[in-house]
T-cell receptor, first 114, second 112 residues
Framework: AQSVAQPEDQVNVAEGNPLTVKCTYS??????LFWYVQYPNRGLQFLLKYITGDNLVKGSYGFEAEFNKSQTSFHLKKPSALVSDSALYFCAVRDLGGNTPLVFGKGTRLSVIA | EAQVTQNPRYLITVTGKKLTVTCSQNMNHEYMSWYRQDPGLGLRQIYYSMNVEVTDKGDVPEGYKVSRKEKRNFPLILESPSPNQTSLYFC???????????FGQGTRLTVV
C-alpha cells in the first residue's frame, strides 16, 4: 500500500531564509511524486512533480524538490522564503506502475514571518 | 480558462436531507475524483471515475454516491447526510496516466 508522511504539522521560517518542508513516502514500485499548495479558501494548486530523471525538480513560484530514493524522501525547498509563501503544503505519491489513486500526506502549514 | 467548478461553495444542511454537490470540468479530462479534507487527516479519496459510466470506491466511500453520465460532470451525492460528513470537499480531474490533477475551489459542508 502507498503512504506519505509529512512529519511536521507546522514549519515557521523568517522571510528571506531558506525553507524546507519534509516528505517521505512508501510505494511498492517506482514512485510518482507531487507537491501541491493550498492557500486560504482556495483549492489545491500543483507545484511540481517527479517521475524520472534529474533528482532535483524545479516547480512554480521558485520552489524545488529533491528526490532521494535511498531515503524515500521528496522534500520541498525554496532558497529564500516570502511571506506570500505562507500556506498549507501537501505531498502526494502514486505508484508509477499501477493503476492506483494519488495518496496525500496530512499537510504541513508553512508560516513565513516578516 | 481551464477549470474545475464545484457548487455550492458553502452548504449547511440537516441530518438526513439528501444533497448533491456538483462538479464540472472543461478540460475534457477522463479521470475525475472526489476528496474530503479534514484537519490532521489530509485529503482522503471518496470515489473516482476513470471515464464515463466507470466509477470506483476510494478510501472513504461510505455514505456517498457518485455518477458519471457525461465526461464533464461528476456529482457527489449524500443520500442521508450525517454530522460526521461535515468536511471540506474537493473535486479533481486529470488526463489518464501520470499527470497532475486540477482541483476545484472546494465545498465546505456542515451537517447539523
Amino acid at each position: 500500500a502507498q503512504s506519505v508522511a509529512q512529519p511536521e504539522d507546522q514549519v515557521n521560517v523568517a522571510e528571506g531564509n531558506p525553507l524546507t518542508v519534509k516528505c517521505t513516502y512508501s510505494v511498492s514500485g517506482n514512485p510518482y511524486l507531487f507537491w501541491y499548495v493550498q492557500y486560504p479558501n482556495r483549492g489545491l494548486q500543483f507545484l511540481l512533480k517527479y517521475i524520472t530523471g534529474d533528482n532535483l525538480v524545479k516547480g512554480s513560484y521558485g520552489f524545488e524538490a529533491e528526490f532521494n530514493k535511498s531515503q524515500t524522501s521528496f522534500h520541498l525547498k525554496k532558497p529564500s522564503a516570502l511571506v506570500s509563501d505562507s500556506a498549507l503544503y501537501f505531498c502526494a505519491v502514486r505508484d508509477l506502475g499501477g493503476n492506483t489513486p494519488l495518496v496525500f500526506g496530512k499537510g504541513t502549514r508553512l508560516s513565513v514571518i516578516a | 480558462e481551464a477549470q474545475v467548478t464545484q457548487n455550492p461553495r458553502y452548504l449547511i444542511t440537516v441530518t438526513g436531507k439528501k444533497l448533491t454537490v456538483t462538479c464540472s470540468q472543461n478540460m475534457n479530462h477522463e479521470y475525475m475524483s472526489w476528496y474530503r479534507q479534514d484537519p490532521g487527516l489530509g485529503l482522503r479519496q471518496i470515489y473516482y471515475s476513470m471515464n464515463v459510466e466507470v466509477t470506483d470506491k476510494g478510501d472513504v466511500p461510505e455514505g456517498y454516491k457518485v455518477s458519471r453520465k457525461e465526461k464533464r460532470n461528476f456529482p457527489l451525492i449524500l443520500e442521508s447526510p450525517s454530522p460526521n460528513q461535515t468536511s471540506l470537499y474537493f473535486c479533481a480531474s486529470k488526463r489518464p496516466g501520470n499527470t497532475e490533477a486540477f482541483f476545484g475551489q472546494g465545498t465546505r459542508l456542515t451537517v447539523v
